[in-house]
């Protein structure tokens, strides 16, 4: 039975009922690739079955580690008429921080993208439950993934898959140095449309002609979620296999691209390409960003290069990306206070600021910000405490401090766990603090963001030598680069004699970042 499009609560029904009703139309358009909604249902059947025929159970996690590809979806849609799970692995971590997550999720299979063939080699070693890798590519030294999907039936699968399942497990850093795994429902990925629409959100109003660019990486909510965004209602999902400013520009102009997710920093990469001013923008409806709010230079430039409307989104992995949006109306390239905003709730969604006991506070009074919503998470993979800590009474406690002001728009002034964007990546301090302090001449580090024209935020290291030790910038970053991800490697090092603390010995990073700010 074919759902009907209004009772669609799981990814497999999606795919499914475009097959039958838009089975010609386009879903995906890869490097020249074409795959129409037909084919993507059948062969994402194919992935269902081969994971079947592995012996993998309900609940199972998959692993993939790879770059963009619409063959990434359909291993997204594969587990989702498996019930199995798909967990997403950013491909720039460290060998140990990839073993970290297969390990913790207890993934039996890996397929792996053609050019990390040697990191998943790597892996193997240190993951003893991983018996399978599988190769998207020509299948070298593993069996290719086409040549595994094709021995898959075509017809979908006889397993019962409910709404409230597990879908995909994305890990997402914390203060603790270890990423927690994020479990997302099916539901997630489609109860926010459920709820009546606001006046202000055209943006919001997606239709089979729109064509959608999937630019973000996928192993974020901001890549994944956004291509999910763009199968809802049967659009065509052209596919990058990763950010690049001048390709965005030719997706654009070759493809008439409708709407497209972007963060800041990737906007004025775009932006600064010597084409951006010749690309043809006609057919570009909306630009949506997050990640964090623009700058208002940046979006006098942009409104003027792309000429289309802008809305900005904020949220987590934890609600399943945007749970609030800051509409197209709201940005005035001549600024206002809610352009220091990150908009007002999407409906079916509550907001609340709490102080340090957990207690509302009113408006303009700063506190932690929480989120209700239908499409929160399921909770924390394997981490109970942490789940309870994070959701409480059907709120995501956000660890962002901020405010709302009366009309319900929230201003985001810190992130309470420190956490540092740098581009598109967030970089838990405690991962490079741990790195630094492995070297024998650091005493002590702390390890913050400071503003950068490029990425946002880049990471600062500032640190503490053991008396009588010496060692250079240069020393210390050689040194963390073996250890953790490229992308969280300090971009400077400063030395001090000592780092400010409070009297429970804590270090005022706070006080850093105002001496850093400049």
Not at 48 to 75: C, M, P, Q, W
Not at 418 to 435: F, M, Q
Not at 440 to 454: K, L, S
Not at 479 to 494: E, N, T, W, Y
Request: aromatic content about 8%; proline content about 4%.
């Amino acid at each position: 039975m074919i759902a009907s499009a209004d009772s669609i609560g799981t990814l497999g029904e999606l795919s499914a009922h475009h097959a039958q009703t838009r089975g010609a139309r386009r879903a995906f358009v890869y490097e020249g690739r074409v795959t129409t909604y037909a084919e993507f249902d059948r062969n994402a059947n194919q992935v269902a079955h081969g994971l079947i025929r592995e012996g993998l159970t309900r609940a199972a996690r998959v692993a993939y580690l790879g770059k963009n590809s619409d063959r990434f979806f359909e291993l997204v849609f594969g587990c989702a008429k498996s019930a199995t799970v798909l967990v997403g692995i950013n491909w720039r971590l460290s060998v140990a921080e990839i073993a970290f997550i297969l390990n913790d999720s207890g993934a039996q299979i890996l397929f792996v993208g053609t050019e990390f063939a040697d990191l998943a080699s790597a892996v193997k070693e240190q993951v003893p439950r991983l018996r399978r890798i599988i190769c998207m590519g020509d299948g070298q030294p593993w069996e290719s993934f086409a040549r595994w999907r094709e021995q898959g039936a075509s017809d979908a699968p006889d397993v019962a898959v409910s709404e409230s399942d597990a879908a995909i497990q994305m890990y997402t850093s914390g203060t603790t140095g270890q990423p927690k795994g994020v479990q997302l429902a099916h539901r997630s990925f489609f109860v926010m449309m459920r709820y009546p629409r606001n006046a202000d959100m055209q943006f919001d109003e997606w239709s089979e002609d729109d064509v959608n660019l999937v630019a973000m990486p996928s192993f974020h909510i901001g890549g994944v979620g956004w291509g999910i965004a763009g199968m809802r209602p049967g659009a065509c999902n052209v596919v990058l296999r990763e950010f690049d400013p001048g390709a965005v520009l030719r997706m654009i102009g070759q493809y008439g691209i409708t709407k497209l997710f972007l963060v800041p920093t990737a906007m004025r990469m775009v932006i600064q390409q010597p084409e951006s001013r010749q690309t043809d923008y006609s057919s570009l409806k909306f630009i949506t960003y997050a990640a964090s709010p623009i700058p208002l230079d940046l979006l006098r430039e942009a409104i003027d290069v792309f000429g289309c409307g802008f809305v900005q989104l904020y949220g987590m992995t934890e609600t399943t990306g945007g749970a609030t949006y800051l509409p197209p109306q709201d940005h005035d390239v001549n600024g206002n206070e809610r352009m220091r905003s990150a908009g007002k709730a999407f409906p079916g969604v509550s907001l609340k600021v709490v102080d340090r006991e957990g207690r509302e506070v009113a408006a303009r009074v700063l506190g932690e910000i929480c989120i209700r919503s239908p499409a929160n998470m399921i909770g924390y993979w394997n981490l109970p405490e942490e789940t309870c800590r994070t959701l409480v009474d059907g709120y995501v406690h956000s660890g962002d401090i901020g405010y709302l002001d009366e009309d319900g728009y929230v201003y985001v002034v810190d992130r309470a766990k420190d956490l540092i964007i740098s581009g598109a990546e967030n970089v838990c301090p405690a991962d490079v603090e741990t790195a630094m302090q492995s070297h024998p001449a650091v005493a002590d580090v702390a390890v913050i963001g400071v503003p950068d024209a490029r990425w946002g935020e880049a990471v600062k290291a500032i640190v503490v030598l053991r008396a009588g030790a010496k060692a250079t910038a240069q020393e210390l970053i050689a040194h963390c680069r073996s250890r953790i991800a490229g992308f969280k490697l300090p971009k400077s090092v400063d030395f001090v004699p000592d780092l400010p603390r409070n009297a429970s010995g804590k270090v005022l990073k706070r006080e850093l970042r105002k001496r850093y700010a400049s």
